[in-house]
């Protein structure tokens, strides 16, 4: 039964940023048009004089102090007001894998800066061109010391820029626009007008429309079917209802008008679309990433607090992820979501609202699968997502697999001495103490092996089954809860420091305990306890039977 139980998790890496080359030009009478077409992120930061720049579809207008951050691959054409010879620095940006010692199975994350596949124009910014002038004039380098400013004075410049990109999504230039687009996604199902939203946002019905689209990059008709064709989506995975209840939920008049907005913003009618397989997925919360990986489907973007996800040799090795931190603004999230193309966000509606995330905000990038947390076990979660992207039979077998192994650690653990104790799982936190129920640590000790937990436990999860999680306890109440063998986890503070379990580990409540007195205890690792997914609670299983079966 023993196998390799190191640890799952794996961390993520952003690569090193390096300056390619770096050119100064000057478009005069003699050369008014410059063409760019580079094969890496470019940086055009504007010295002098005046001009425009132009793209496919946009002109931008150039004067002095002003930079745009090219996308790789991105054609432009550079055009100088000849009353006004613009001067301008190219700086052309590369990046590359970080080459030291990682962790197995870490993976390069992406980056922020010049993985974008859109042109960022800043009108005025110039700090930035300050330091590429100065990275030009001493792109020569006599001394290692210029040569160590020079990557100071670089980075400086991809921090500026990482500050314009996020001041990008959280400036409120316009919060009337924002309360107007906001009671859009609150009531899309109802009949919307672009003058009454005009009027919520106290402008013009012609203005709204230009104010709107420059918001939120699309026209409002566009905006409001996508809103309801998402939510349609939604209620087609859950099985909600008939083609025209649906209609009549999402706001329109019947099926038949449902079906050729869905088929004009899909390309398939409603009636083939939650049988379609599903290729980029979103999650919000790592442990579903893992749900997804485990079914085969890599997700696309993870929307979590860390960087890290599940890594072990018995899933694939995610190849790309894109990590956005779950305190990034509704519209950062909502980019993201749009320029990778996601079909599906997998999220509870909890874990959404505690981070200011709702899923009204965020319809309109993709529709919203509901994976209720605390309601459900990590089993339904597994069954839930292997339904929506059809995947039931590979969760069966694996929770069959998983069901054999739990026999057999079963078996193994009773044999020990450990089956006639009551064990009790106490989890230090910083600014509280708990006892764990049937959830993280808990499923795997009274679940799977059938350990007996304290009577005051047991009676909670004989009434709450899967849901109860944990309940908090006074330092006084450490005797009234405490078993025969303990396990303690602590989890560190916001600095990685353990020292406020100090107190009570040197209380005489806890000193006091029977446990304590007997060297009944184990203090378990964060890590390799505390996540709540099948490849964790798998390897929980194997960590436990080892932990056990090892007691004297």
């Known amino acids: 039964m023993k196998k390799d ?33 580079e094969s890496l992120t470019v940086l055009i930061a504007v010295a002098g004089g005046k001009g425009i720049l132009t793209t496919e579809d946009k002109v931008y207008e150039l004067i002095e102090g002003s930079a745009i951050l090219l996308p790789a691959h991105c054609e432009a054409t550079l055009v100088a007001n000849l009353q006004h010879p613009l001067h301008f620095y190219k700086l052309v940006i590369n990046t590359r894998e970080y080459s030291g010692k990682v962790t197995e199975g870490s993976m390069i994350r992406k980056s922020e800066a010049v993985s974008n596949t859109t042109v960022h124009f800043i009108p005025y910014q110039p700090k930035i061109v300050a330091g590429v002038v100065e990275l030009y004039l001493h792109r020569l380098p006599e001394r290692e010391t210029r040569h160590v400013h020079n990557q100071i004075v670089f ?13 990008k999504y959280t400036a409120s230039e316009q919060p009337s626009m924002e309360r107007s687009i906001t009671y859009l996604e609150n009531n899309y199902s109802d009949k919307i007008t672009r003058d009454g939203l005009a009027e919520i946002a106290g402008v013009t019905g012609s203005h709204y429309s230009i104010l709107f689209k420059q ?19 939604e209620l087609l995975i859950s099985g909600s209802g008939t083609l025209r209840e649906i209609a009549l939920k999402v706001g ?6 449902l079906s050729r907005r869905f088929k004009q913003g899909t390309g398939v009618a409603p009636s083939s679309y939650a049988r379609g397989l599903f290729q980029k997925v979103a999650v919000f919360l790592s442990p579903y990433a ?9 997700p696309t973007v993870i929307i979590s607090d860390s960087s890290e996800y599940v890594n072990t040799t018995e899933i694939q090795s995610p190849q790309s992820i894109n990590f956005i931190n779950t305190t990034s603004s509704v519209d950062q999230v909502k980019s993201i979501l749009i320029e990778n193309n996601i079909e599906l966000l997998f999220a509870a509606s909890k874990h959404l609202n505690e981070y200011g995330l709702h899923a009204e905000h965020l319809r309109v990038a993709a529709p919203i699968v509901d994976i209720p947390w605390m309601e459900l076990g990590w089993k339904e979660h597994l069954f839930h997502m292997a339904h929506v992207i059809q995947k039931r039979e590979q969760a069966e077998k694996w929770l069959a697999d998983f069901e054999k192994e739990e026999q057999a650690a079963r078996y193994l653990v009773q044999q020990t001495s450990v089956a006639n104790e009551i064990l009790t799982i106490f989890v230090i936190k910083p600014e509280e103490l708990l006892i764990y129920g049937v959830r993280n640590v808990g499923y795997v000790m009274f679940q799977s092996l059938g350990l007996q937990p304290h009577d005051r436990i047991k009676q909670l999860i004989e009434k709450h089954g899967d849901q109860f999680h944990s309940i908090p306890i006074e330092m006084s109440e450490l005797a009234d809860y405490a078993g025969d063998r303990l396990l303690v986890i602590v989890f560190p ?33 964060v890590d390799d306890w505390i996540p709540y997914n099948p490849i964790s609670i798998r390897l929980q299983l194997q960590r436990a039977v080892d932990l056990f079966t090892g007691i004297q």
């Open 5 to 37: 139980v190191n640890s799952e998790w794996a961390e993520s890496h952003f690569p090193l940023y390096m300056a390619d080359s770096i050119h100064s030009i000057y478009c005069t009478s003699n050369l008014p048009v410059y063409k760019v077409n």
């Open 155 to 167: 980075h400086q410049i991809i921090l500026h820029l990482l500050d314009e990109q996020e001041t």
């Open 215 to 233: 918001t939120t990059g699309y026209p409002l008709s566009e905006y409001l079917s996508k809103l309801r064709v998402n939510r349609a989506k």
């Open 252 to 257: 329109y008049k019947d099926e038949f008008y």
């Open 290 to 298: 893992s749900h997804l990986l485990l079914l085969g489907l890599e």
């Open 493 to 525: 503070d916001v600095k990685g420091s353990t020292a406020h379990s100090d107190p009570i580990f040197k209380s005489t409540y806890w000193l006091n305990l029977p446990a304590v007195q007997l060297n009944s205890v184990h203090q378990l690792e």
